[in-house]
């Protein structure tokens, strides 16, 4: 017999597929089958860690997803709740007249019936404010002594936008 193997199913692989043969009398035999390719959920857009805007502009951020079947997506807000209608235009998040108020941390999340769901995350900040850092992008030193009088601190950074960078380095002398 002949058979029809498909390894590394895609997609694209999904559809209609027919065999036709013929038997000893040179009879026609036909016979198909519906191939369906199940995919989880997957976040295909590279949505930035930090997005900054001014108060009054209206932000858009895009969240395409792929997955069959296909993904339900759903932007969260700082407290894991979804955020109103009027925020999510398809499966964009969209804040008008951005305000404090709005700033924060977004997440969208795409769930189909083949995973619980995929997540990315955005922290919107008002620009010109100190922005809220994701986990390891702060450092802490411990307390110094009053007795010590110099302290000499190394701080390197990356940063993907050097446009929108700013290091500023406080040197806050008080007396007991």
Known sequence: GKFLFLRNAHLGLAGRYTCRAEDSMAVPLVMSTQLRVYAPAKVLTTIPHTVYASTGETVSI?????????????????????????????????????????????????QNSRVAGMKARVSVQLAGEVPRFFGDSYAAYPAVPSSYVRFNASLRLKTTDASRTQLVLLNRQHSD
Not at 100 to 105: F, I, M, S, V, Y
């Open 62 to 110: 895009p969240c395409y997803v792929a997955g069959y079947p296909v993904p339900r997506t759903v932007w969260l807000n700082k407290y894991g709740r979804a955020v109103g209608q009027d925020m999510q235009v398809g499966s964009r998040l969209v804040l008008k007249s951005f305000s404090r108020e709005l700033a924060g941390d977004y997440s969208c999340f795409s």
